[in-house]
């Protein structure tokens, strides 16, 4: 088994930035991708970046340009570093590694961006 830790989360003003961590432990042999999604209620869970261990990255393209994602594989950490946030960047982020052929999820995160 793989247990997610995320931190970051919080109240931003809109153009504002935040940081999302998300740590990886338990069984651990190769995270194959690591990413973010977010979830906002009544609608369906929603990529927001992902990255696999070769470094390439995939991004929704509401965050481009805005969000980058990165990887400590030493640390079995994904980041989110959110830029520009805006109002409807408001919901809960989940952090989601893939190990094998299982997906884990993290408890999510609350980000709310608000004047």
């Known amino acids: 088994q793989v247990q997610l830790v995320e931190s970051g989360g919080g109240l931003v003003q809109p153009g504002g930035s935040l940081r999302l961590s998300c740590a990886a432990s338990?069984?651990?042999?190769?995270?194959?991708?690591m990413g973010w999604y977010r979830q906002a209620p009544g609608k369906q869970r929603e990529l927001v970046a992902n990255?696999?261990?070769?470094?390439?990255?995939n991004y929704a393209d509401s965050v481009k340009g805005r969000f980058t994602i990165s990887r400590d594989n030493a640390k079995n950490t994904v980041y989110l570093q959110m830029n520009s946030l805006k109002p409807e960047d408001t919901t809960v982020y989940y952090c989601?590694?893939?190990?094998?052929?299982?997906?884990?999820w993290g408890q999510g995160t609350q980000v709310t961006v608000s004047s």
């Open positions: 338990g069984s651990i042999f190769s995270l194959y991708r």
């Open positions: 989601n590694v893939v190990q094998s052929t299982r997906n884990y």
């Open positions: 990255i696999i261990s070769g470094g390439s990255t």
